[in-house]
């Protein structure tokens, strides 16, 4: 089958592989019709060593179930399910407090000898506890906003639970990125009245807009941190959320959060080291949170609004490619001329 591997920084090829079989009783065979390209891909993309032999590439997909282990029951061949972008078992300590990107026998696609998601198909272990069927078929209209639940929706979900948006909130979201957008989606459905949006992109802010953003910040930095206050009283955001992972967001959140605030923080990383003494979290009673999201938890809370059309998170996706031009997404994306990218099968 062809999947997508990357090499090294900047080299992204579609390959051959050998096609995944059925490896545990509890696994299911998935055909993928909708993958993405993540922003946490471009980490990578940017910065990767070379790796002869690759590494396969992708986290998020929607596909049909074509084969089951004869202990899965959850879902069977024909059926379209997600896949989220951890997969668990669902019976451990962890997975029964719903922090399945912890669990013990748990894992990552493209990690671990389990393939990526930007490929013709996947071995899903765990497929009962992993896998959540949705009710409309490949041709669906739906797929792109089902994929969303796969990762970005989720994760913008996360951050605003975990920042602990309800009604009346005041929240800042720093990142215009598919992730910052979906977590102003995220808290406009948890009540936030005012949420501020701190990206610089036209059109992605536009979009932002659209899902409740109040007000948009395109300064960054120290004039980026005033104009929030300003827009707060002079006291800053009650919840920040950084959707970017790199550090000069991080220090963006230190600056616009309030005493006693939150910043939930669900970028991933890019850093180490991050100010959390006496001048930046301890004296102001300031609550770091975050990490990565266990979507699986929130799935059938954020299906329903998918299937109505309630919310429509795949707007997203603002390009389309082909398997075959999974390397173009990737350089479009990296060129930030698409937000995000839908791979089709």
């Given at each position: 089958m062809k999947a997508t591997y990357m090499f090294g920084a900047g080299d992204v090829r579609v390959v051959d592989v050998p096609d995944p079989v059925i490896h545990r009783p509890t696994d299911a065979l998935v055909r993928v019709v909708r993958a993405c390209v993540c922003g946490t891909d471009l980490h990578p993309f940017h910065a990767m060593r070379t790796v002869p032999e690759g590494i396969p590439m992708?986290?998020?997909?929607?596909?049909?179930?074509?084969?089951?282990?004869?202990?899965?029951?959850?879902?069977?061949?024909?059926?379209?399910v997600i896949a989220p972008f951890a997969w668990s078992d669902?019976?451990?300590?962890?997975?029964?407090?719903?922090?399945?990107?912890?669990?013990?026998?748990?894992?990552?696609?493209?990690?671990?000898?389990?393939?990526?998601?930007?490929a013709e198909a996947v071995r899903v272990p765990f497929a009962d506890a992993t896998?959540?069927?949705?009710?409309?078929?490949?041709?669906?209209?739906?797929?792109?906003?089902?994929?969303?639940?796969?990762d970005v929706y989720g994760t913008g979900y996360h951050a605003a639970i975990r920042g602990g948006v309800t009604d009346g909130s005041t929240v800042t979201v720093i990142g215009d990125g598919a992730v910052g957008l979906l977590a102003v989606l995220s808290a406009r459905q948890l009540g936030a009245e005012r949420i501020i949006l701190m990206g610089h992109h036209?059109?992605?802010?536009?979009?932002?807009?659209?899902?409740?953003?109040?007000?948009?910040?395109?300064?960054?930095?120290?004039?980026?941190?005033?104009?929030?206050?300003?827009l707060t009283g002079g006291h800053g955001s009650?919840?920040?959320?950084?959707?970017?992972?790199?550090?000069?967001?991080?220090?963006?959140?230190?600056?616009?959060?309030?005493?006693?605030?939150?910043?939930?923080?669900?970028?991933?990383?890019?850093y180490e080291q991050a100010p959390i003494g006496p001048g930046s979290l301890f004296r102001p009673n300031i609550t770091l949170t975050g990490g990565p999201a266990p979507v699986r938890a929130y799935i059938e809370t954020l299906l329903p609004g998918v299937l109505d059309g309630t919310v429509e998170p795949g707007r997203v996706f603002d390009r389309e490619v082909g398997l075959e031009d999974t390397p173009k997404g990737y350089r479009e994306m990296a060129e930030?001329?698409?937000?995000?990218?839908?791979?089709?099968?």
């Open positions: 992708g986290h998020e997909f929607v596909g049909v179930v074509e084969e089951v282990g004869g202990e899965v029951s959850a879902v069977t061949p024909g059926d379209l669902g019976t451990c300590e962890f997975c029964r407090e719903g922090l399945y990107t912890s669990c013990r026998y748990g894992g990552f696609w493209a990690a671990g000898g389990i393939g990526g998601g930007q896998l959540v069927k949705a009710p409309v078929g490949e041709d669906s209209d739906l797929l792109a906003s089902l994929l969303t639940l796969s036209r059109v992605r802010t536009d979009l932002g807009r659209e899902f409740g953003a109040t007000d948009v910040v395109a300064e960054r930095g120290p004039e980026g941190v005033e104009r929030v206050r300003e009650r919840v920040v959320i950084e959707a970017v992972g790199h550090l000069p967001a991080y220090e963006q959140a230190v600056g616009v959060v309030r005493p006693g605030g939150v910043i939930s923080r669900v970028g991933l990383p890019q930030r001329t698409a937000l995000k990218v839908l791979i089709t099968s």
